[in-house]
T-cell receptor, first 115, second 110 residues
């Protein structure tokens, strides 16, 4: 089974803090994604990466950055957390070919609260 | 850009059939995905359509019309455990930039 893990299920941070959200997948997938999910707005793509050290902006990249130094790990960074970044953050991975191509596998999510 | 629309809520009875519609407007399009998300859990993949027509997978089927920008998810023989949100998503020409609709919350009643 594909496993996507996220570093924390719940996180509380103060405004202005730097926040790191880590995501690790164990299926050697090329593609990894970071989303946030808010009531009434659905899932919105923040950034995705299709290879190590490669990244592409999604719909809402402002206020976020990402890092992909190793194939299995994709980090989301909030340089200076703000209250409007309080949300559920979901990481996903997806293969580029074969049986897992086009199937995104999601991690359990990190509920971040910024106070 | 891309815009995806689906009903907010639907209700159906156990054992019945329900169809959840999704319309999309895109500047580039590769394929249409459906995900299921139970409350408090992560989404799980249900189906993927890239060509026009119906894809059947057990009790669930998904249909796509590229010319009409329209898809639906058909759930047969509804069970209580099918109560969940169903998310429609489209990808761009490269199949990587996912845009999700707001989700349809389905309640299955006994």
């Amino acid at each position: 089974d594909v496993k996507v893990t996220q570093s924390s299920r719940y996180l509380v941070k103060r405004t202005g803090e730097k926040v790191f959200l880590e995501c690790v997948q164990d299926m050697d997938h090329e593609n990894m994604f970071w989303y946030r999910q808010d009531p009434g707005l659905g899932l919105r793509l923040i950034y995705f990466s299709y290879d190590v050290k490669m990244k592409e902006k999604g719909d809402i990249p402002e206020g976020y950055s990402v890092s992909r130094e190793k194939k299995e790990r994709f980090s989301l960074i909030l340089e200076s957390a703000s209250t409007n970044q309080t949300s559920m953050y979901l990481c996903a991975s997806m293969g580029a070919a074969g049986a897992s191509a086009y199937e995104q596998y999601f991690g359990p999510g990190t509920r971040l609260t910024v106070t | 850009g891309q815009n995806i629309d689906q009903p907010t809520e639907m209700t159906a009875t156990e054992g019945a059939i329900v169809q959840i519609n999704c319309t999309y407007q895109t500047s580039g399009f590769n394929g249409l995905f459906w995900y299921q998300q139970h409350a408090g859990e992560a989404p799980t993949f249900l189906s993927y359509n890239v060509l026009d027509g119906l894809e059947e997978k057990g009790r669930f089927s998904s249909f796509l019309s590229r010319s009409k920008g329209y898809s639906y998810l058909l759930l047969k023989e509804l069970q209580m455990k099918d109560s969940a949100s169903y998310l429609c998503a489209a990808t761009d020409n490269y199949g990587q930039n996912f845009v999700f609709g707001p989700g349809t919350r389905l309640s299955v009643l006994p």
